[in-house]
């Protein structure tokens, strides 16, 4: 094991010992020993390490077995915080967190990806300070920021690649943009694998496979498979919009420029196009919301309809992921059940018995909040992580 410049080699792996302490619940050094099988000076040495740091604070006494009761120790969320972004085709959501995950303070503002990235990053920037501010913390503090942006990304870089909807976008480095302010890792994902994040954790831990589908202005998938976030050989894993629904009209042409595709004929426009066909006055997503929620027969049917086409696409994941839970997110989940019988008519009539015996088709428990929980965890992930941990130890204790 290499040893951070500056940690004692009798401190190497504190950030090991600190992974047994990342749950939240608290223990004592002795709890600590017998988990890790390490010697009870050995794990003295690296819980005073970590107390230094800030990492961990004492909560309170265990019950005493003769003698002084000894202390339990648990992680300090309130360390550091995080800065979340989530960033959609019209909106910005930006918000700090504890190093839980916790929402301390969370503006959203609408914005239009298409006005650039150094527009709308400069944008975020500025409200992250505020909100920074407003909740007395200062830069120092931030320990990394998470971003998910509306677009395919190379996530090793945090640069998007070619993302549809994203004009100027392509290539751009985000994480150098952002780092010009922020220290800390800056990390970039696509905004449906952050929800997906954000659904697994906190609700779903105990299913660690899980498909999130995102459906509003388009469609698509965030997969968890063993409690992982899977983001594909280039990061483009998930794409369901873009999946060609078998029957399709040839006649209808996807923003990508093929023809069928599932965005193209069960997304937010495509259902607002056919009910203004019949006559309704609906422009957008929110305006389907609205309709099915003042009881409109035809929208009604034609949110029923997208669930169908989108359970067509999903009986094939179901196949080939066996997903425990699927979880639909996006401004059309607010259709509630008339979106989700669709869904559920399809794929369990369709996918094999075995694949659905036990699962679970729900809407979304984190809302619109999923992504910015999903961009939270990844930082947080990233930075309690052993080595990041042993770092940030040797940096504090130095």
């Not at 979340?84 to 916790?102: C, E, M």
């Amino acid at each position: 094991m290499t040893v951070p410049a500056g940690l004692p080699p009798t401190l190497a792996g504190t950030g090991e010992l600190f992974q047994l302490l990342r749950d939240g619940s608290p223990r004592t050094r002795a709890e600590l020993a017998q988990l890790s099988s390490l010697a009870r000076s050995t794990v003295t040495a690296r819980v005073d390490a970590l107390l230094a740091s800030g990492l961990l604070a004492p909560v309170g006494e265990a019950a005493s077995t003769g003698g002084r009761p000894p202390t339990r120790f648990a992680l300090n969320r309130d360390d550091r915080v995080v800065l979340a972004i989530d960033l959609g085709a019209s909106h910005a959501s930006v918000a700090v967190t504890d190093l839980a995950g916790r929402i301390l303070q969370q503006k959203t503002i609408d914005s239009d990806i298409a006005d650039g990235p150094e527009a709308v990053l400069e944008l975020v920037t500025t409200i992250g300070l505020e909100l920074l501010k407003e909740i007395g913390r200062p830069i120092r503090d931030v320990a990394g920021v998470g971003i998910g942006v509306p677009g395919p990304v190379e996530h090793a870089t945090g640069r998007p690649a070619n993302p549809p909807i994203m004009p100027g976008w392509h290539d751009f480095d985000i994480p150098a943009e952002l780092g010009k302010t922020f220290k800390g890792p800056v990390l970039v994902d696509n905004d449906v694998n952050l929800m997906a994040l954000g659904e697994f954790v906190t609700s779903w831990q105990s299913s660690q496979h899980l498909l999130l589908i995102k459906v509003a202005t388009g469609i698509g998938a965030g997969v968890i498979a063993d409690g992982r976030l899977m983001r594909g050989a280039l990061g483009s894993a998930g794409d369901l919009g873009h999946v060609q629904v078998a029957g399709a009209p040839d006649d209808i042409v996807c923003r990508c420029g093929n023809v069928g595709c599932l965005e193209a004929i069960a997304a937010g426009p495509a259902i607002a196009a056919k009910l203004r066909a019949k006559g309704l006055d609906i422009d957008g997503s929110q305006g389907i919301v609205d309709a099915v929620a003042a009881g409109d027969i035809a929208a009604l049917q034609a949110v029923r309809e997208a669930g169908r086409d989108i359970g067509t696409v999903l009986a094939t994941c179901v196949n080939l992921l066996n997903p425990s839970v699927i979880v639909v997110g996006g401004k059309l989940s607010e259709a509630g059940e008339y979106l989700l019988a669709g869904v559920r008519e399809v794929v369990y009539g369709r996918s094999l018995p075995l694949a659905t015996h036990d699962l679970r088709i729900v809407s979304t428990t984190a809302g619109s909040r999923a992504g910015i929980l999903g961009a939270s965890a990844m930082v947080i992930d990233a930075v309690l992580a052993p080595r990041a941990v042993d770092d940030y130890v040797a940096q504090q204790t130095a």
